[in-house]
């Protein structure tokens, strides 16, 4: 018994340190498939906003349908999840930023100002669900740049290619002392675009070089392809160095803004399916530690029954071979029984 609890006593020591580690990894991939969740809700937030910027430049004070819609989603997913990914406080800033945002009077610089505070507010609480979801944190590389993908580039690109045509506009109806200022922003915003496009290249091809799923690639091919021309276009349409065409700015806008959706449903759907699978790969490795450590214990359990049992009945042969011992020797051979000298009186 002492050795069976010699040999069950780190036996048990080691499966809680496995079970502790498992239990650490399922909680991490249940937080990050809930930033998945939330950036769900968050992609369409960005298209809104931009979508805000544009019609309160040309004199709609009314909050477009797409952006009511959109913080209703946020809202819903903030008061499910904002609590475990600690985003409520910023997102309650910014929704009362948008809400502000009808109200904001002014030149359409002020305006601008006032859309452009609201979507850098945008992009932080992206990064904030990055960063306390843990997505960002990820070891498998091809999760990593899809996040990094998902929660930088995608949103960057959506709100500098929506200032950036913006701007055009607003340099074309520029006064002449405005239009200095106006175009060192267009052309910051245009090199925001081209770094924001490359990061996102990048980041999808190496996901796409360095993953096991089957259906990466193909699912996203499509949508890049027209993200790239929609970035060819915006780049012609910005005519940087001239005076930009701003009919092609708004058709490369929607362009870009139409695949970069497309892009982050499928590729949030691809990190999903990713974090699915190795919540179904740690629920296997759980039950094969619990099913090792109560065979573990069972085996120890009746080899230790088998050894006593062993034990007792050689303990008991023992025995009666001293019994039979005994008997011969306190009968000499010879004697039959009788009387004096083991000899019947009768005989004698």
């Avoid at 701003?246 to 490369?252: F, K, Q, Y």
């Avoid at 019994?323 to 029984?337: H, L």
Wanted: glycine share 8%; proline share 3%; hydrophobic share 45%.
């Amino acid at each position: 018994m002492v050795l069976t609890v010699l040999v069950v006593l780190p036996t048990a020591v080691l499966f809680l340190r496995v079970l502790n580690e498992n239990t650490t990894q399922r909680d991490d991939t249940a937080l990050k498939l809930k930033g998945v969740e939330y950036l769900a809700e968050l992609a369409p937030l960005i298209s809104a906003l931009a979508e805000s910027q544009s019609s309160a430049l040309q004199g709609v004070t009314q909050e477009p349908a797409s952006l009511t819609a959109a913080v209703a989603r946020v809202q819903g997913v903030d008061e499910n999840l904002g609590g475990e990914l600690e985003t409520t406080s910023r997102w309650a800033g910014l929704k009362e930023k948008i809400g502000r945002l009808p109200g904001v009077a002014g030149t359409a610089e002020d305006v601008y100002e006032a859309h452009v505070e609201v979507g850098d507010l945008a992009l932080e609480l992206y990064n904030e669900v990055r960063e306390n979801s843990k997505l960002n944190q990820d070891q498998q590389s091809d999760i990593w740049y899809l996040q990094e993908t998902v929660t930088v580039d995608m949103p960057e690109a959506v709100t500098h290619v929506s200032r950036m045509g913006d701007l055009a506009n607003m340099l074309a109806a520029a006064k002449n002392n405005q239009r200095a200022a106006l175009a060192v922003q267009f052309g910051a915003e245009i090199l925001a675009v081209e770094e924001a496009v490359a990061e996102l290249t990048d980041h999808l091809q190496a996901a796409a070089e360095d993953t096991d799923s089957s259906t990466l690639a193909s699912n996203t091919v499509n949508n890049l392809d027209a993200f790239r021309r929609g970035v060819e276009a915006a780049n012609r349409g910005a005519n940087l160095g001239n005076t930009p065409d701003v009919s092609i700015l708004v058709t490369a806008q929607s362009t870009l803004t139409n695949a970069l959706k497309a892009l982050a449903t499928v590729l949030l759907k691809e990190m999903s399916t990713m974090l699915d699978d190795r919540t179904d790969d740690l629920d296997y490795r759980r039950a094969e530690a619990w099913a090792m450590l109560v065979t573990s214990i069972v085996l120890l359990v009746v080899a230790a029954f088998w050894n006593r049992g062993r034990a007792v009945l050689a303990g008991r042969e023992a025995a009666q071979s001293g019994r039979d011992v005994s008997v011969q020797g306190d009968n000499p051979p010879g004697f039959a029984g009788g009387g004096f000298g083991g000899t019947p009186a009768w005989e004698r």
